[in-house]
């Protein structure tokens, strides 16, 4: 069955440097998100991605917080100036229509030192 | 705006026994519903969705969810337990269409053998 594949599983970046999360969603579908789950906390809303343009954000999609489908299969989101707030567990998810369930990948989990 | 309340953080049964996760939700309008299922460091798999059709619903692995509009609930069972259950539960809501899905907190559930 094909699946939501995310790299790296973990990444350990300094306070103030920037961190790219990397995400294949499945190949035919055509809406992209990212959420994150700070730890003991809810899973969150950050973007939605379709059309290779942003179709939905939250607040805290702030402008240090970018996202990108640099080619025909990966779908990055980059956070450009790290900070201790922003350690979480990030799981990119991808639907084939709006409509449809999202499929989530096993997750990045982001320690900021 | 839509959100969920997942009225147990912890549910302990022993195997063989049935389970019940609860779940509320609130919506202006008709919503989607979903319960996910998330096994240590894996990401979130879909168990089964309500979008407006037969109010109960089936989904994988012998569990099933009834949607309640009068008492604005969507609560998770199984007739009977089985150790790979262990794992947390999220119920989740979304309206129909491209908007992200909110997230309850997630309900624990331990399995004892």
């Known amino acids: 069955e094909p699946e939501v594949t995310q790299t790296p599983s973990h990444q350990v970046t300094q306070m103030g440097q920037e961190v790219i999360l990397r995400c294949v969603p499945i190949?035919?579908?055509?809406?992209f998100y990212w959420y994150r789950q700070i730890l003991g906390q809810k899973v969150e809303f950050l973007v939605s991605f379709y059309n290779n343009e942003i179709s939905e954000k939250s607040e805290i999609f702030d402008d240090q917080f970018s996202v990108e489908r640099p080619d025909g299969s990966n779908f990055t989101l980059k956070i450009r100036s790290t900070k201790l707030e922003d350690s979480a567990m990030y799981f990119c998810?991808?639907?084939?229509?709006?409509?449809?369930?999202?499929?989530f990948g096993d997750g990045t989990r982001l320690s900021i030192l | 705006a839509q959100s969920v309340t997942q009225l147990d953080s912890h549910v302990s049964v022993s195997e063989g026994t049935p389970v019940l996760l609860r779940c509320n939700y609130s919506s202006s309008y008709s919503p989607s519903l979903f319960w996910y299922v998330q096994h240590p460091n894996k990401g979130l798999q879909l168990l089964l969705k309500y979008t407006s059709a037969a109010t109960l619903v089936k989904g994988i692995n012998g569990f099933e969810a009834e949607f309640k509009k009068s008492e604005t609930s969507f609560h998770l069972t199984k007739p009977s337990a089985h150790m790979s259950d262990a794992a947390e539960y999220f119920c989740v809501v979304t309206l129909s269409g491209n908007t992200p899905l909110v997230f309850g907190k997630g309900t624990r559930l331990s399995v004892i053998a």
């Open positions: 190949s035919n579908h055509l809406y």
């Open positions: 998810a991808s639907s084939v229509v709006a409509t449809q369930p999202q499929h």
